[in-house]
């Protein structure tokens, strides 16, 4: 059967060809696999546009590091992987199913749509300052970063992982991995 | 304590000099692969990934600690030989404590982080929508306190770069295959005492 095909890889082989990807973009391009920047920039760029004066102090700030807001690398890496996933749900046939709300939620919160996209939004905004001002992410920390044993994202992944526990578990309860 | 300045070795590698727009193909390749690769590794999926929090579900670990291993290994080795440079990120204690807890309530709440966020778009979660709007206006909001940011939990324990074998005063040929096997032993425990 044709590997591209197939629904899901197994996590070993995934894993592995993350951290084969991350060795290439380290030698060809000199950069880590990170992904928040885009979304600081994108942010930056319309704020710009709209309420310069607001931000001038950040795009000073910025520019002194030598890292002024652009559509760039993680830009295109956004891209990419959305680009990526299409591509691989398209050929398996793995598309999100049709339903709005998530079952594990839908089994906690209700069936109201409204009541997710706000819980999304607003775990996205705290989300976001998060691995803005820890400066990375999932990726950028807590797989890059680690593996270059970073003590940056080695204080940040071990927070970040017990504050999710912690949380999960108070939305969801121990009832909740009965339903995922 | 470790002179931040001195903590990080640079290498002897010469930046690669890669054209602009070559750069940014390279990124949509990389992008792709890494997107083909979440989705075919299901992290881009709510109940794998809140799953992974209630500690039912263990693909998440899987991935990343296999991916943390192969690219370990393989950046150390290229970095030993001057092949390439390290990216490290500066250390600032208060900031990475703070950022990763606001990281993990919001982790808990939308479920997709940044990256396999953009995998769940490509797969067809609609839901993940609002949380990148929420992204963006997190984004949005971090520019707005980023002067206050600075000026004070930003200096909270700014250490500079700082990578671990250098503050344990371990060799880096000694803590890489160490900490490599660390990580494979934890995934022989997970595959023998959890059921996925």
């Not at chain 1, 996933?85 to 998530?102: F, L, Q, T």
């Not at chain 1, 705290?126 to 920390?141: E, F, K, N, V, W």
């Not at chain 2, 470790?2 to 390279?26: H, M, N, R």
Request: contains cysteine.
């Amino acid at each position: 059967m044709n590997p591209l095909t197939k629904t899901s890889w197994s996590p070993y082989l995934v894993g592995v060809g993350i951290g084969v990807l991350s060795w290439f973009s380290f030698a060809t391009v000199d950069r880590q696999l990170g992904i928040t920047t885009a979304f600081e920039y994108s942010a930056a760029l319309t704020e710009q546009a709209t309420a310069p004066q607001v931000v001038k102090p950040y795009l000073e700030a910025k520019a002194k590091d030598g890292k002024t807001p652009k559509i760039d690398w993680e830009w295109m890496l956004v891209l990419g992987v959305f680009i990526g996933a299409y591509a691989s749900s398209k050929m398996s046939g793995d598309r999100a199913p049709e339903e709005k709300v998530p079952p594990l939620w839908r089994w906690r919160f209700g069936d109201s749509p409204g009541l997710r996209y706000a819980g999304a939004f607003f775990g996205g905004i705290i989300m976001m300052l998060g691995a803005r001002i820890a400066q990375g992410c999932t990726s950028g920390h807590a797989i890059s970063g680690i593996l270059q044993l970073a003590l940056s994202s080695w204080i940040f992944a071990p927070v970040m992982g017990v504050t999710g526990m912690a949380v999960a578990f108070l939305i969801y309860g121990k009832e909740g991995r009965r339903h995922v | 304590m470790i002179d931040p300045g001195k903590a990080v070795k640079e290498t002897s590698a010469p930046p690669p000099t890669v054209p602009a727009g070559k750069k940014l193909v390279a990124a949509i390749i990389f992008g792709t692969a890494f997107g083909f690769l979440l989705q075919k590794g299901g992290v881009g999926k709510y109940n794998v990934l809140i799953g992974q929090l209630l500690l039912q579900d263990f693909t998440v670990a899987k991935v990343m600690m296999t991916a943390i291993v192969v690219g370990m290994i393989g950046v150390f080795t290229l970095h030993h030989f001057a092949k390439v440079n390290l990216d490290i990120h500066p250390t600032r204690i208060g900031a990475q404590i703070i950022g990763g807890m606001l990281f993990g309530v919001g982790f808990a709440l939308i479920a997709y982080c940044p990256g396999t966020g953009a995998a769940a778009l490509g797969q067809g979660s609609w839901d993940v929508l609002f949380g990148m709007a929420g992204l963006v206006a997190g984004s949005y909001l971090f520019a707005e306190m980023s002067g206050w940011l600075k000026r004070t939990v930003e200096t909270w324990g700014d250490k500079g770069k700082v990578m671990l074998p250098d503050l344990l005063h371990i060799p880096r040929g000694v803590f890489v295959p160490a900490f490599a096997l660390l990580l494979i032993a934890a995934l022989f425990a997970i595959e023998r005492f959890s059921t996925r």
